[in-house]
Every structure is written in C-alpha cells, then in structure tokens.
C-alpha cells in the first residue's frame, strides 16, 4: 500500500484503503478496471471528508447509519430511573430482593438508581409490619433467642424450653416495636422516607461509609437529604418502650441508653450488608437464585 502522505489526515485513508482492497480482490478474479472509472474514484477519495456522513455513500444516495443506537438509554448505569416498581432492576443490573437468602426481610430496600414516587402513610406502616410479620422475622427471632439464652443474657428469663420461650418473645417485642417505630411511626411523624436507598457504584469504602451512615441521614417524603430523625428518635422509642415488658433491673437510662445504642449499630450494620447485596446475589444467584429471590 502507498505511503500515506503526512499532509493527509490520517482519517481520511480509512475509504481508500478499503477501495484498495477491493481492487486487489477483483484483480484476482481477473477483472479489469477501466482508467476512467479509476480515476473518477480517485477524484471521489480525495473529496470524501474526514468523518462521512452515515446518512450518505459516496454516490450521494442516503443509506441506513450501521452504528449501533442505543435501544434503552436507561439501562446505562449511572442512569436514575423514575418508575413504580420498587422491585425494578438497577441500570447496573443488579436488584434488591424482598428478602435475603430467604430469609431475611428486606421489604423497604430500593435498587440503584431507581427512582420511586413518595410513599404514603398507609404504606410505611405496611413495610413495617412485613419487616416484622414475615416468616423470616420469626425465624430470625428464634435464632437470635438460641444465642442469648446460650450467653445467659438474661438471667431472670432461665434456662430450659420455657426460658426460651421467654428469649424468643422478647426478642419478637423488640423486633416489632424497633420497625414500627424507625420504618412507621417516625417516617409518618417527620415526613420521611422510611426506604434504604442503595448506592451501587463507586468504591468498597465509599459504598461502606454511605450506606453505614444511612442511619443519620435519610430523605424526605420530597427526595431531599435530612438528619435521619425516623431512626434515632424511632430506635430511642423503641427502646424505651422495652422497659414495658423487661425486668426491673434492665430499665434504668443506662440499661435504655446501651440499647439505644446497640440498635442503631445494628442498622448501620444492616444497610451496609444491603448495600452489597444486590451485588452477591448477582454473581452468586444471577438475580434469580432460590436463596436469593422471594
């Protein structure tokens, strides 16, 4: 092939090599061309453009653009969905699931970039009662109940069948009245939104650190960011309300105090499990996994 001219952009060889090309495969078949259709192709190289028109060959008749369009602009990651759905897929591909491997409620996490209305007071109460009547609560309850009657957390409740059974509706009340009062009552009151919005991109820590602090931080029923009033004015409550049905030993402000606290690191905990999840779940269960979906 001739060497390119350094004067000539080097775009502008793309359409002349591709002519030399063709030119080599018809010699092989032993076609001939003519000089004059030579040199009118010639002129036509030299007057093409840097970058053609796809709307045009280079006989002026328009053709159809080869270069693929995109079919849905809103499956580019990054891109922020406004939709219905609160089970609707990330732009990134991934999901939130109603519950985790199975078992664990997670009714009021939304995908990334997912965009949904305001919620009503009808149903920041119904995420809570599903965060705390699902099957999964109850066997969660059961195991955190196995885990504190083994470590004696509570002396007064004893050992034994019926022990447990004190443990486990214990654990039960705390469970309800936590979700209630952080996912029901205080969205309704401060008039915010009681989802967890998922990230879903940039770096390990800084998806770690947004969803940690999601427990004092939150959106309004409007999409605004606020100090998260729902969860520690909920979770402080709720401990509160704990002294109801606990020994008189375990409500002094102290007592109240450290379960406030535990509460809160609890969630922190949890958000930035479900942070990740929705990654897990892809590569583990593709979306779609038995242990993964509802």
């Known amino acids: 092939m001739p060497q390119r001219s350094p004067s000539r952009p080097r775009r502008a060889l793309s359409p002349a090599c591709c002519l030399f090309l063709l030119g080599v495969s018809a010699v092989l078949h032993g076609q001939q061309a003519d000089e004059s259709r030579v040199s009118s192709s010639a002129r036509l190289i030299a007057e093409l453009p840097d970058e053609p028109s796809p709307s045009a060959d280079v006989s002026g008749s328009p053709v159809q653009s080869t270069t693929p369009q995109p079919t849905n602009p809103q499956t580019t990651p990054g891109t922020t969905i406004q939709t219905t759905d609160q089970d609707a897929l990330s732009p990134n591909g991934t999901k939130q699931t109603k519950r985790i491997l199975g078992v664990i409620p997670n009714f009021r996490s939304v995908s990334a970039d997912i965009q949904l209305p305001p919620q009503s007071a009808k149903d920041k109460f119904l995420a809570a009662g599903h965060d705390s009547f699902d099957y999964g609560s109850f066997v969660l309850a059961a ?119 535990t509460s809160d690191l609890i969630d922190a905990a949890n958000f930035t499990f479900k942070e990740f999840w929705p990654d897990i779940n892809k590569k583990a269960f593709r979306n779609r996994g038995s242990l993964g979906t509802d």
């Open 143 to 261: 195991v955190q109940a196995g885990f504190s009657q083994n470590s004696d957390a509570y002396p007064e409740f004893h050992q034994g069948v019926v022990g447990y059974g004190r443990y486990y509706w214990h654990t039960l009340a705390d469970t309800a009245s936590e979700n209630f009062m952080v996912g029901g009552v205080g969205p309704v009151a401060f008039h915010q939104d009681a989802r967890f919005y998922t990230l879903g991109h940039g770096g390990f820590v800084h998806r770690a650190v947004y969803a940690a602090t999601r427990i004092l931080i939150t959106r309004t029923d409007g999409g605004a960011e606020t100090f998260n009033f729902s969860e520690i004015v909920g979770s402080g409550a709720a401990s509160g309300i704990s002294t109801l049905y606990y020994p008189t030993k375990y409500r002094t402000w102290t007592k109240v105090g450290q379960k406030w606290l």
